[in-house]
């Protein structure tokens, strides 16, 4: 499976082709790029699984949804769409959208999934590790205040953290990481070794004790179950002393017929045509569409995004599904160039490409909330994460505006290639290192020759100056796994 996320939600192109040879009837391209069930009848029912990408109105995956008549809940409060932060995971229901307007949410509803101390950081994996559960961060993780850099080196051990994001066998992938306040803890997951002897059970690598929770679990929670446990203490770092468990839906099916997109990790897989994504059952037939890989590629655990439409027995029988691996390009530095006409902006000299689902958070003094590409202006200062496509291009799958900090350094991330001391490329762009430093992903010094005899394939961030004649001057160099 490449590093590849040109797929049919992000990049409109990839399934319009599609549609127009025919491998799906009754659906049309949208300005979204994505199949929209029911031509330009009435609007199909739709339920919508996944993470907020911007506002205006809000973008889950991409689509925008009108929310003047929605609900919305978070962390089983009512509250207003000013509560709802980019990269949260949000259960949405609503109408499909069409080639010309956006569709309509009746409800969001969203929760946070783990919230607890790190007690470990893996750098190299990109992991950490809460209430003994591993989150896996990843190019598409957004953060809040007080978490920064968007890597487990920007964390304190200790420190409380909130986390949203996919379900995996050992954890989360993290799609939004937030520092959290207040003695509230909190874990979610299948519930596994339910043992009414001691009053505890299993979540992943959590032990949650249950002998204070006001009445004791609810009969209809057994193992199997997805809950949600929270609690003011913990008896160890992987084991929460609970005060509630909440039995819940960790996926919400649409009715038979409607339309529904789904975003996460793959929780079951019996094979490539039967396999649950958040605990939802998906099906996949002949006229399937894959992109970011085959159909050989899904596993337990893998990242996808899939749409279609529900059945009689509430399986979503899937039109199209994406897989999309782990992004590791990323850029610091002033925007150089806007190209409304090719949606691109360049920072670097590497051309950026905006899309529908590219996620846009303003983390500078101005906070506009609804910030998108049209907002960009020349001179802001923006980091950048997602997939390096070609020679000095990439696919901008996260873009955070900031402000100007006092030094402002240039930095680069991608894999390495044309290695050759004392130079090295990333994402097409050389990189001379003759002035650096170097450093291990720990932060260890390393010399010039270790650094040069490792980092063949390797991940590399590079901070510097660009010179006027356009080149990228090291100061310091630092291999990322």
Not at 57 to 81: H, L, N, P, R
Request: a neutral charge; proline letters at 3%; one cysteine or more.
């Amino acid at each position: 499976m490449g590093d590849i996320r040109t797929h049919a939600r992000r990049w409109p192109a990839v399934l319009c082709l599609v549609l127009a040879s025919g491998f799906l009837s009754g659906g049309y391209c949208t300005d979204r790029g994505y199949y929209t069930p029911g031509g330009s009848g009435p609007r199909a029912a739709q339920t919508a699984n996944g993470p907020v990408s911007r506002f205006g109105s809000v973008f889950i995956d991409g689509a925008e949804y009108a929310t003047t008549a929605a609900t919305v809940s978070v962390d089983g409060v009512s509250t207003s769409v000013a509560a709802l932060r980019v990269g949260q995971i949000v259960v949405l229901r609503g109408t499909v959208g069409s080639s010309t307007s956006a569709g309509q949410a009746a409800s969001l509803v969203a929760t946070s999934k783990l919230i607890g101390p790190v007690t470990a950081r893996d750098l190299a994996g990109g992991t950490l590790t809460v209430l003994g559960q591993t989150v896996q961060t990843t190019g598409d993780t957004s953060v809040g205040d007080g978490i920064a850099p968007t890597e487990p080196g920007g964390l304190i051990l200790g420190q409380l953290v909130a986390v949203d994001g996919y379900r995996t066998s050992t954890g989360l992938i993290a799609s939004r990481l937030d520092a959290a306040t207040g003695s509230l803890l909190r874990v979610s997951g299948r519930v596994a070794s339910l043992s009414g002897a001691a009053q505890t059970f299993q979540l992943n690598g959590t032990t949650v004790g249950y002998a204070g929770v006001a009445g004791g679990l609810v009969p209809a929670i057994t193992n199997g179950s997805y809950v949600l446990a929270s609690g003011s203490s913990v008896g160890g770092s992987a084991t929460l002393v609970a005060q509630t468990v909440t039995l819940q839906d960790e996926a919400t099916a649409g009715a038979s017929g409607s339309h529904g997109t789904l975003h996460g990790a793959v929780t079951r897989f019996a094979s490539s045509s039967s396999f649950d994504i958040a605990g939802q059952a998906v099906s996949t037939g002949v006229a399937t569409v894959y992109s970011g890989g085959l159909a050989t590629d899904i596993a337990a655990d893998a990242e996808l995004e899939v749409e279609g439409q529900y059945d009689a027995a509430g399986v979503l029988a899937a039109s199209a599904v994406a897989l999309v691996p782990a992004s590791v390009f990323r850029v610091v530095g002033s925007v150089e160039r806007i190209d409304a006409a090719a949606a691109t902006f360049t920072v670097a000299g590497i051309a950026l490409a905006n899309a529908s689902v590219t996620r846009w958070d303003d983390r500078s003094p101005v906070l506009m909330r609804a910030i998108s590409y049209g907002d960009l202006r020349i001179g802001d200062w923006v980091e950048v994460r997602g997939v390096s496509t070609g020679a000095a291009t990439a696919n901008a799958r996260v873009v955070e505006r900031r402000a100007l900090p006092v030094s402002p350094l240039t930095e680069l991330q991608d894999q390495a290639t044309a290695v050759a001391d004392p130079s090295l490329a990333l994402a097409g762009i050389v990189v001379d290192t003759r002035g650096a430093g170097f450093a291990s992903i720990d932060g260890a010094t390393l010399t010039r020759l270790q650094f040069f005899a490792m980092a063949s394939g390797h991940v590399v961030r590079v901070r510097g100056a660009i010179t006027a004649g356009g080149a990228f001057v090291a100061t310091t160099v630092m291999l990322r796994n």
